[in-house]
């Protein structure tokens, strides 16, 4: 089956620690992001990629770094910088020129 | 900064009754506009595309996009309970490649 896949479901981070969260896509797109959710709060984008090798900061890039070295996968990690990282986070890829993205099931991350 | 605001509800509909769900959004160059739904606790899920003026039809969604009053909406005949959700709007903005913007989505709730 064609999808994106997520993982963990659920992270616990350690106050200093890094995170990295992963992002599996098997829809052969181009175009993969990042988003955060917050309680009662729409999609934040973090960082986009719009092909291998290249990525660009979203809107509340700070405190996280990303990756994309394969055209499958975007790993995002939550660096210690992020003072707030308790939230929502969803993947999703899109083929440039259809345009409408897909999510993942999301992971969702907790400070211990 | 490119804006798309809904009203964030909640949307109570008695069960058979039709459910609108309103849409505006600021960059007049917009070309793409896109529903999601996201039930609590889940990931968005796209549910309609729709790119030219007019009405676009699929099953009991009608998507309704008038560019010149930059608004889009969402019908949803026959509500049933299960279709209660929060519903995103997203825009693709002129100039941003593959970028979406979403509004911070409007809760529906389908009453017995």
């Known amino acids: 089956d064609g999808g994106i896949t997520q993982s963990p479901k659920y992270l616990f981070r350690k106050e200093g620690q890094n995170v990295t969260l992963s992002c599996e896509q098997n829809?052969?797109?181009?175009?993969m992001y990042w988003y955060r959710q917050d309680p009662g709060q729409g999609l934040r984008l973090i960082y986009y990629?719009?092909?291998?090798?290249?990525?660009q900061k979203g809107d509340i890039a700070e405190g996280y770094s990303v990756s994309r070295e394969k055209k499958e996968s975007f790993p995002l990690t939550v660096t210690s910088a992020q003072k707030n990282p308790t939230a929502f986070y969803l993947c999703a890829s899109s083929d440039v020129r259809s345009q409408p993205q897909h999510f993942g099931d999301g992971t969702r991350l907790s400070i211990l | 900064q490119k804006e798309v605001e809904q009203n964030s509800g909640p949307l109570s509909v008695p069960e058979g009754a039709i459910a609108s769900l309103n849409c505006t959004y600021s960059?007049?160059?917009?070309?793409?506009f896109f529903w999601y739904r996201q039930y609590s606790g889940k990931s968005p899920e796209l549910i309609m595309s729709i790119y030219s003026n007019g009405d676009k039809e699929d099953g009991r969604f009608t998507a309704q996009l008038n560019k010149a009053s930059q608004y889009v909406s969402l019908l949803i005949r026959d509500s049933q309970p299960s279709d209660s959700a929060t519903y995103l709007c997203?825009?693709?903005?002129?100039?941003?490649?593959?970028?979406?913007?979403f509004g911070t989505g409007t809760r529906l709730q389908v009453t017995l």
């Open positions: 997203a825009v693709k903005n002129t100039g941003t490649a593959s970028k979406l913007t």
């Open positions: 829809l052969n797109h181009d175009a």
């Open positions: 990629s719009q092909i291998v090798n290249d990525f």
């Open positions: 960059d007049r160059g917009s070309q793409s």
